[in-house]
């Protein structure tokens, strides 16, 4: 079946900038996270991914990543690990999540966790560019191929950017696969991936194993 119209698959690249803004203590973690762009609370959960691509953490945000290994409070640090980006249409909620998560956990420790050895959190943002890529399909058996051999980056912008900075409510992928090759019942499954859960090499891996199961 061909597709009304082709996909073509988009890359990315991510410039860091950072925002002066620094925290050597839980109190003051807290205190930044209600007054930094929204952008910066972007970078530190959802794009976190893109940055570790390969490598699945036991910490999936920076957040988490810091508090349990520099300050070494593994109790807030597992709190904010199984915070759920994807559960957020907005980073406003996000941001209140986290905060509420961090408050609670303060007020029941009668001594403020700081750095001791490590490093403070730094707080950045980021910009993120596209870079376009000759892989234009027009059929799934084109778009499985061309899912197995694209660079990561282009699973990150085609599931994480499209749904949050680029505003879209689906991934590129599921919105073509219903939209353009009419296939609504495998789009639903490629919907029910949560990405939050490992690598974009996870991702990938289970977007090409329901690829396959349509395929087959």
Request: hydrophobic share 40%.
């Amino acid at each position: 079946m061909q597709a009304s119209r082709p996909f073509l698959f988009m890359a990315c690249a991510e410039l860091r900038q950072t925002l002066g803004e620094e925290a050597d203590d839980e109190k003051r973690l807290v205190e930044l996270l209600e007054t930094v762009p929204l952008d910066s609370i972007y970078f530190h959960t959802h794009s976190y991914f893109l940055r570790h691509s390969y490598v699945e953490r036991v910490y999936p945000n920076d957040f988490a990543q810091w508090v349990a290994m520099e300050v070494r409070d593994h109790v807030l640090g597992e709190r904010l690990s199984v915070i759920d980006p994807f559960e957020f249409t907005e980073l406003d909620a996000l941001r209140g999540e986290l905060i509420s998560v961090i408050d609670d956990h303060l007020s029941k420790t009668p001594i403020v966790p700081r750095v001791i050895f490590g490093e403070p959190f730094y707080f950045n943002t980021s910009l993120i560019f596209e870079v376009p890529t000759r892989m234009e399909v027009r059929t799934l058996r084109e778009f499985r191929n061309a899912l197995s051999e694209v660079e990561v980056s282009a699973i990150y912008f085609h599931v994480f950017e499209a749904r949050h900075r680029l505003r879209h409510e689906d991934s590129d992928f599921s919105a073509w696969i219903q939209q353009s090759l009419g296939m609504p019942e495998l789009a639903d499954k490629l919907r029910t991936i949560n990405p939050y859960l490992g690598s974009l090499e996870r991702v990938r891996s289970a977007l090409l194993t329901v690829c396959d199961e349509f395929l087959n």
